[in-house]
């Protein structure tokens, strides 16, 4: 019986395409998470998939992660102004921050209907905890932590 190879990101990854990543300008491979098609960077580890796919696959991940992980971290601003190029039409995409948990920017391309997630983005919408608990200091690393 074969095993399906995947990566500690879920991801099982294919041949290299000819399409750049946005944020690190490697080319993208063909991957599969849960069957599901995405394109995959293997340098920046970033992911490209439809819109359509991104909820059932960050409820697929929930339903495997650690239950250590209920850090809520602040909004990381730092990325909210760069100007992705969709790199599957080549126009702009739009940076705006995703409603659900997680506090990340995303970047769509609404003429592909596309979802662009950096590595970490994707592991703080699926390490968020389901709903946002009371917080009421600031730890010494810089992260809001749950007190009790
Ligand atoms: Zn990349
Ligand atoms: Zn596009």
């Given at each position: 019986m074969a095993e399906i190879q995947v990566n500690e990101d879920e991801v099982q990854v294919g041949a290299e395409t000819a399409s750049v990543?946005?944020?690190?300008?490697?080319?993208?491979s063909d991957g599969t998470i849960q069957g599901k098609s995405v394109l995959y960077c293997t340098k920046c580890r970033g992911l490209l998939l439809p819109i359509a796919n991104f909820l059932p696959l960050v409820e697929f991940l929930r339903t495997l992660r650690r239950p250590t992980g209920s850090d809520i971290q602040p909004r990381d601003n730092s990325d909210a102004d760069r100007h992705f190029t969709c790199p599957q039409c080549g126009?702009?995409?739009?940076?705006?921050?995703?409603?659900?948990?997680?506090?990340v920017n995303i970047d769509t391309c609404e003429s592909c209907s596309v979802?662009?997630?950096?590595?970490?983005?994707?592991?703080?919408?699926?390490?968020?905890?389901?709903?946002?608990p009371v917080y009421s200091r600031y730890d010494s690393g810089g992260g809001l932590r749950r007190t009790n």
């Amino acid at each position: 019986m074969a095993e399906i190879q995947v990566n500690e990101d879920e991801v099982q990854v294919g041949a290299e395409t000819a399409s750049v990543c946005p944020a690190c300008q490697a080319l993208l491979s063909d991957g599969t998470i849960q069957g599901k098609s995405v394109l995959y960077c293997t340098k920046c580890r970033g992911l490209l998939l439809p819109i359509a796919n991104f909820l059932p696959l960050v409820e697929f991940l929930r339903t495997l992660r650690r239950p250590t992980g209920s850090d809520i971290q602040p909004r990381d601003n730092s990325d909210a102004d760069r100007h992705f190029t969709c790199p599957q039409c080549g126009k702009s995409m739009t940076g705006h921050p995703y409603g659900g948990p997680g506090n990340v920017n995303i970047d769509t391309c609404e003429s592909c209907s596309v979802i662009w997630l950096d590595r970490n983005e994707l592991q703080r919408i699926v390490m968020a905890p389901d709903h946002y608990p009371v917080y009421s200091r600031y730890d010494s690393g810089g992260g809001l932590r749950r007190t009790n």
